[in-house]
């Protein structure tokens, strides 16, 4: 096993003179990077933990967190728990899990971690071109890298805490130039020019399974960044897609001019996305996964104008971005549907009550049948408040 060279800060925290936690988080830092060859650590801008949903931790994470002693030295933030923290009881969750999960909020309080919970940070804390990062949520890894061209592996929920408490990360795999070259050019011969966002997430869903995870190059498509957004997700989902490139669009793909001569070529026909968008009957819409931007709330209030939804109708975005854009929330909220924070349809309780969901992200068609028991279906975002509504 290679040596993960120590600066002599680093060499304080080991010997113990910052404290038990803190040691023990360099530890486990450095245990990291010798098993994937790291020489040194790098200094992370932030932090984005997983592990919150008391969903997906339990009793053992919660008791793990709570034996911690020591508090973040960069922003962290944490990924969706299992409720929005003032509404859960509008949502129906049960008040026993509802204490389990601010159990767990309080003791990432503790460590002082930002209370933000999203795998949306980037719309909410500064991060930039070539910024070293310790972010968890697949979706917002995939973001990280690929369309703001900052650089962080996926980290573990244990792991990404260790580098809050720290400040720093193994320095390996996409924190290199070397790792993050592409590996496969996906050709999609089509005028994508009307695709929307859930044709994005279909088309990501499909390459994801093809591609599992080596580094995809498109070309024949011109995505915005909330489509980027959807592709890289449903990557990630179906894959294990941690960085993109869109020839002429993402900005390592404008900065470097990779060389790509002689990569494997894969085609997408446009029909092979179509078939993800089949009819079963619905009992519930989901959307904002990744959680919404600005834009895709200003989209639905649009749509969702002059009309009252029929069946649930769960919209979900980071608390920071329904504050500051609060009369679209409203408005949305005016016709019965629900716009909440801090949680997701993937790591809440909630959406186990329906059967069958329609969502417009290929990463909750991933995800919603192993996570919530329900079968899910794709839709456009017109498509998903057609059937709210109807
Ligand atoms: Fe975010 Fe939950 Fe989807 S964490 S990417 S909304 S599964």
Known sequence: MNQVFLDPDEEKILAGENGETRQKMLELLIALGKVFGAERLVRIRSAQVSGASYKTIGEYGLAWLSSLDARAVVPAVLNPIGMPRGR?????IEPAFAARQQAVIA??????????CTCTPYYLHDTSFGDHLAWSESSAVSYAN???GARTNREGGPAALAAALVGKTPCYGLHLDKNRK???IIEVPS??????????GALGYHTGKLVGNKIPYFRGISPNPDQLKALGAAMAATGAVALYHVNDITPEAKKNRFDISGLEVIRIEPAEVDRLFSEISIDAVAVGCPHCSPAELLDI??????KKVTKPFYIFA???????NRQTVTAIEKSGARVYADTCMVVSPLMERYAAIMVNSGKALAYVPDMCGAVARIGSIEECVAMATR
Do not use: C, F, N
Request: hydrophobic share 40%.
């Open 318 to 324: 980071a608390q920071g971005v329904i504050d500051s």
């Open 191 to 200: 005028d994508e020019k009307d695709w929307e966002i859930a044709r994005y």
């Open 88 to 92: 859960w009881e509008e949502m129906g």
């Open 146 to 148: 690929s369309v703001i």
């Open 107 to 116: 003791a990432y309080e503790r460590l002082g971690v930002i209370l933000e």
């Open 301 to 306: 209030t649009r749509l969702l104008k002059g």
């Open 182 to 184: 592409p590996e496969v």
